[in-house]
Structure formats: structure tokens, C-alpha cells
């Protein structure tokens, strides 16, 4: 009797997990093109450089920290073709 409620429960927790990372990557791909856009705006010869290009990656925001020792971190996405 256990086992029928815990398979419905595990299947709904996974779709609503895979939604939600489903939008998380549709939120960032739109950030990404945000910020090419901007990059096109500010320098028309971008435009022929992102056209020209075989793939690039754009990362809409880099966080830079340390004391000592540095690091970083960025979520972007990388376009082929």
C-alpha cells in the first residue's frame, strides 16, 4: 500500500523539479541574449563578429571575490553556430 502513494509522489516531485530547471535555463538563455544585444548596440561591428563566429559563450554576469586567494564565478551559455 506504501509503495503505490511514494511512485506518484517521487514522479510528481521530479516533474516539478525538471520545470523548474526547465525555466531556470530559459531565464538564463534570455539574460545571455540581453546581453548580446547590449554588446551589439554599443559596437555595430559586433554584430558581424557574433554572425561570423562558430560558437561563443556569453556570461551576463561574473562575480569576482577573495582575501589572499582570489576566485570567480558566472553562469552563462555557450552558442554554437
Sequence with gaps: MRRRTIIPVTLLLLSVTAFA???KEKERIRKCEDTKTDFISTNDRMADRFDEA???AIFPSVGKGGLGVGGAHGDGVLFKR
Excluded: I, L
Aim: no cysteine; net charge neutral; hydrophobic share 0%.
Design 21 to 23: 530547471q526547465n525555466n
Design 54 to 56: 562558430y560558437g561563443y
